[in-house]
């Protein structure tokens, strides 16, 4: 493992009742890099995330973060050890405030006391002005960067974003592709899995090309769209399995 | 002033106060007394339901446990009151770390699975075998420590308990982590709660708050049997009266002990021939047109309900 990468992945297995929704999945992070997971429709990009992030253990494999085997690890021991996420959909605590929300992230996410401040957190994501209304009565832009705010809060040292662009306008996609820019020039690294490939060539130095639980190509998307493989699962669409 | 504070000031102290002056001036005390316990149950109640979203139809098993922890300190050991009440919350808390497995059961399977603790229990207890220990089915009787007065005055202590309890969690950290393992708790292990220990905690001091109620009902008594201190009509009453009012608030529970017991005992007295049609249509009501509780018609205007 290069002393660069957050995260190496290697030969990751996640089965669902027979299915291998992962099947041997390999790729790897450095620290400070974005990089793109794009693959069609079930390929497995969320089902990588839910495994990195401790929701679900997987059957055989390795993820190595920051130095150590994390895989199999909870969630919130995941959370504390520096690894969050945001929901394809989103999903903050409804009948809580959305400053409640970070607050919550907070106080036990593992940030050091004061670290973090809620309402300017709020404030950094456009959600100063619905700080103190239930999560349910955001609109679902509004709820998507609540998810982020919640993961933000707890100072991952490595973000997997789910689908944060999908349902954006031009001018939120923009602002959304400047943030996770300007957090991985403070040193974070992230994972965007996204359909939008002009979001992905906006942010993204590298991508991971998956179909079928597995790693078909890792480059720049300018080389992606040249490769014979890639354009295959892409334009064969539902015929990935 | 804190919120924490206000909430004590107002909600708090002009409830025990109120419990504290009224035998003097009404001569029920039994049934004031059934007020105490029952108010202690709901929030009790609250502490599980409405903070984890657990409903524990078997939350009578905590009290039965905490009349027996008492009864039997008593009988075998001749400890006295007050020390038994420590015993109380001993078997308790001791039954519900035998049951935490239950918590990885969600929604109708948890509350059934707790049911059925809850008259295992019983039947545990009740066995004639362990007369000897148990007094088996003939019951408890400790005349020794009758002393309705005092068994009042630390009724009133153990409700003031659970209520700093409620406001504990409605003011703190711990109370927020816990609403927000209701609300989601894929997304609560996210935000880096550690969901299974949360869970246990709360069980926890919902069964010590049931068992402390278990053994000041032992001790107001006296004399029981095991069906007394075992009877569903508790766990029923209890997560009636906290949903009545509306759960994870501190007032909610207790709102709806006032009215409920209250109506209860009204129609129970005034039109006994009825009582069960015009309670068991209320129930029905409030299920169908508040399934939030009384609370939320206010919380609807836009109003913060402590
Ligand atoms: N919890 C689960 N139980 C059973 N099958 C699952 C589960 N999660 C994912 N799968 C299956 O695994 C496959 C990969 O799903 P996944 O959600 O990872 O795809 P994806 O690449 O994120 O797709 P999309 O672009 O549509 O979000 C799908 O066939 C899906 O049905
Ligand atoms: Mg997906």
Known sequence: MSPDDILRIDGLTKIFFGFRALDGLSLHVSRGEILGLVGPNGSGKTTCINVVSGLYAPEDGSIRFDGAEVAGLAQHKLVHRGINRTFQVPKPFMQLSARENVEVAIAYGGARQGEVDAAALLGSLNLDAVANRPAAELNSAQQKMLDLARALATKPKLLLVDELAAGLNPAELDWVAAKLKEFARSGMSIIVVEHLMGFIEQVTDRVVVMNAGKEIFGGTLGEAVQDKQVVEVFLGGGHAH | MPRY???ILFIVAPLVAAFAILPFAYNNQ???FNFVLFLTLAQGVNVIYGFTGYLPFGYVGFFGAGAYGFSLLILHLHAPPLAAMGGAAVAALAIALLLTPLLRLSGAYFSIANLAA??????FISNPNLEAITRGPYGVSMTGVFNPRLAYTMALIVMAGAMLVAVWLRNSRFGLAL?????DPVSAAQAGV??????????LISAVIAGLAGGVFAWYVTVFYPENVFSSDYSIFAVVFALFGGVSTILGPIVGVLILYGVYNFIGFSTPQYFQL???ALIMALVLFLPQGLISLVKRRGIDVP
């Open chain 2, 179 to 183: 609403q927000a393992v209701r609300e």
């Open chain 2, 5 to 7: 504070a206000k909430h």
């Open chain 2, 30 to 32: 039994l049934l004031l």
């Open chain 2, 194 to 203: 550690d969901v299974p220990r949360a869970r246990a905690y709360a069980w």
């Open chain 2, 118 to 123: 809850a008259l295992a229990l019983m039947q």
């Open chain 2, 278 to 280: 015009i309670y068991g």
